[in-house]
């Protein structure tokens, strides 16, 4: 059995490659700087970076469970979860909101309504939960992810002690059951509706809101990453070579062309990526730490989370101050790109540094006599901050 006590800083580090992907997507498609052919090839970057969000709840999963200790009550998990998640989702909801309401204008490619409904199921992280695009796609839409995030972390405590529940033996049915069901589930609306085509910024097709958006279709890939969590950690997970973990990823890559938009943005690249979790932790585990465990990729991970959410509110308030609102030459659209994803890293060290990270540290955990916190409640506490 591997030592559940194990730090596994490469996962931290990590979790910047996956940021890294999405932030690339998010910098040639968002602020809309290209146009024509190149708007074209930009959408190649769509299924790396939905993949990597499949790989953001795969490694949720993984790591709540890694920390999980028995004992650790539901409460206390959903008080640290909340103050780790919803400061940094309300301040940046928030200023999408006003520059909404004294601009009036919403990025190029983002379709939603921005109503008042929509703030306030945003707000609350429910969005998802409502078969519209206009509610999804509205203010800071990037926290569509969160409203996923939101409904595993209600099912977490039940999920891990069923799964902390099954023999050993059984471990590796409940692995493929759950990989199998990020594949098939997608397929269901295909079966129904047929094939999804067109712009998927634009597309209000519901079979793509079940595929992709709906938080009990995507559960299966956060519970892939706790069922990979346990196999570890009882020493049942196999340590595969390198080829066998990118052929996996390469076989994804060659189907892309020929999914339709259902599969192609949804599970279906969990269980590869799911390889790569389990061989980084295991590489940590086996004192073989690599580059990602380097300060500069686990600082860059940690602050990961406000990377995500703050991508939207920096296109915003920039497209707002530089007037773009016309076509722009290559090079001054390159120029642009590389510039906001660099505004957007400085400010995610930022926001995380002096917002997010005291906000967990005074907040997240009950605090015994004189303000002191529990022993236990400072080793969960230690715990989500690895998270």
């Known amino acids: 059995m591997q030592d559940e006590n194990s730090n596994l800083p490469s996962l931290t580090g990590l979790r910047w490659v996956l940021a890294s992907i999405a932030l690339v997507s998010h910098a040639v498609l968002i602020p809309s700087f290209f146009t024509g052919s190149l708007r074209t090839l930009a959408y190649a970057t769509l299924p790396p970076g ?4 499949s790989g953001f709840f795969v490694l949720s999963g993984f790591l709540l469970t890694w920390k999980y200790r028995p004992g650790h009550g539901a409460r206390a998990f959903w008080r640290r979860r909340f103050w780790k998640i919803f400061p940094n989702h ?4 928030g200023i999408v909101v006003v520059i909404y309401v004294f601009t009036a204008r919403a990025l190029p490619d983002i379709v939603g309504e921005n109503s008042l409904r929509a703030a306030i199921l945003q707000l609350f992280l429910v969005q998802n939960w409502v078969p519209d695009w206009g509610v999804i796609g509205s203010f800071n839409i990037a926290t569509w992810s969160l409203s996923c995030e ?4 209600a099912v977490f405590p039940l999920l891990v002690l069923a799964v902390r529940k099954c023999p050993d033996g059984r471990l ?15 397929w269901i609306p295909v079966a129904l509706q047929g094939l999804a085509h067109g712009d998927p910024l634009r597309l209000g097709n519901d079979s793509l809101w079940f595929s992709y958006l709906l938080p009990p279709v995507r559960l299966p890939e956060f519970a892939l990453g706790v069922v990979t969590a346990r196999l570890v950690q009882t020493g049942h997970w196999p340590r595969l070579s390198r080829a066998v973990i990118a052929m996996p990823l390469a076989l994804s890559a060659v189907l892309i062309p020929v999914l ?6 949804g599970g279906t690249f969990t269980m590869p990526v799911t390889l790569v979790v389990a ?3 295991l590489a940590d585990i086996d004192g073989r730490t690599g580059r990602l465990a380097r300060p500069i990729p686990t600082t860059l991970g940690e602050s990961s989370y406000a990377l995500y959410l703050l991508q939207v509110p920096v296109a915003m308030i920039g497209l707002y101050l530089l007037d773009v609102r016309r076509p722009v030459p290559v090079a001054e659209a390159v120029l642009l790109t590389v510039a906001y994803m660099v505004v957007c890293v400085l400010l995610g060290l930022l926001a995380y540094r002096y917002f997010e990270n005291p906000l967990v540290r005074r907040f997240s955990v009950r605090r015994g006599g004189r303000g002191v916190p529990t022993p236990l409640a400072a080793k969960a506490v230690a715990a989500e901050e690895a998270r």
């Not at 939905?50 to 969000?53: D, K, V």
């Not at 309300?90 to 909801?93: E, N």
């Not at 939101?150 to 972390?153: D, I, V």
């Open 172 to 186: 590796w049915h409940l692995w493929w059951a759950f990989g199998a069901a990020t594949v098939v589930l997608p």
């Open 150 to 153: 939101a409904f595993f972390y």
């Open 90 to 93: 309300a301040l940046f909801l």
């Open 260 to 265: 339709p938009l259902q599969c192609l943005f």
């Open 279 to 281: 061989a980084v932790a």
């Open 50 to 53: 939905t993949a990597a969000m």
